[in-house]
């Protein structure tokens, strides 16, 4: 069974200090790793999808990383408007729809 | 577009009635998630359809819970009859083919009473 586990569950960091988010996942064999973020009350809004081991994307502030047993979602000097909660979800070669993390929480603080 | 639209937005009912949800997908996609979301659990997968095709319903918690999708561009989430445990927010979802990015919609706040 496909199982993504996201730590730490909640941060709290000061503008400008960076940090990055963990995902570590199981599957049967990684079609894709997709990070999402969702603002309260909101659907998640997807960001980035990895493929392949080795394989990094940016968007502004954030860098998703990929290695085969996790994914890094760095945050370089973030701002307030980054808090959110970021979700990691793996897709498996069977063709499964996603798989959710329970994200992590985040809080930047002015 | 206007990506993925659902309503109603927050629903309130009592238990042992009967809960409706709805789902408009993005033009052009053909595959479409139900996910609940709780604090304990998370996002979990209820269901799925490929070209309106039930694929997995395997997530679906118990009888109560039915989902259609009578065509390309509306799908339904049935509760029957609900029951306090079923509050949470409902998310649908929908992409182009089932491997690739899904984009979701604003959700569907549900308390039962």
């Known amino acids: 069974e496909d199982q993504v586990t996201q730590s730490p569950e909640a941060l709290r960091l000061q503008e400008g200090e960076s940090s990055s988010l963990n995902c570590s996942y199981t599957?049967?064999?990684?079609?894709?790793l997709f990070w999402y973020r969702q603002d309260p009350g909101k659907g998640p809004e997807f960001l980035f999808t990895?493929?392949?081991a080795g394989e990094e994307k940016e968007k502004e502030r954030l860098k998703a990383t990929l290695t085969k047993k996790e994914s890094f979602l760095h945050i370089t000097a973030p701002k307030p408007e980054d808090s959110a909660t970021y979700l990691c979800a793996v897709q498996s070669s069977g063709n499964t729809p996603l798989v959710f993390g329970k994200g992590t929480r985040l809080s930047v603080i002015a | 577009d206007a990506g993925v639209i659902q309503s109603p937005r927050h629903e309130v009912t009592e238990m042992g009635q009967e809960v409706t949800l709805r789902c408009k997908p993005i033009?052009?996609?053909?595959?479409l998630f139900w996910y609940r979301q709780t604090m304990m659990r998370g996002l979990e997968l209820l269901i799925y359809?490929?070209?309106?095709?039930?694929?997995?319903d395997s997530g679906m918690p118990e009888d109560r819970f039915s989902a259609k999708m009578p065509n390309a561009s509306f799908s339904t989430l049935k509760i029957q009859p609900s029951e306090p445990r079923d509050s949470a927010v409902y998310f649908c979802?929908?992409?182009?083919?089932?491997?690739?990015?899904?984009?979701f919609g604003q959700g569907t706040r549900l308390t039962v009473v």
């Open positions: 979802a929908s992409s182009l083919g089932a491997v690739t990015e899904a984009f």
């Open positions: 033009s052009g996609h053909n595959s």
């Open positions: 599957v049967s064999g990684l079609r894709g």
């Open positions: 990895l493929y392949s």
């Open positions: 359809f490929n070209n309106n095709v039930p694929i997995d």
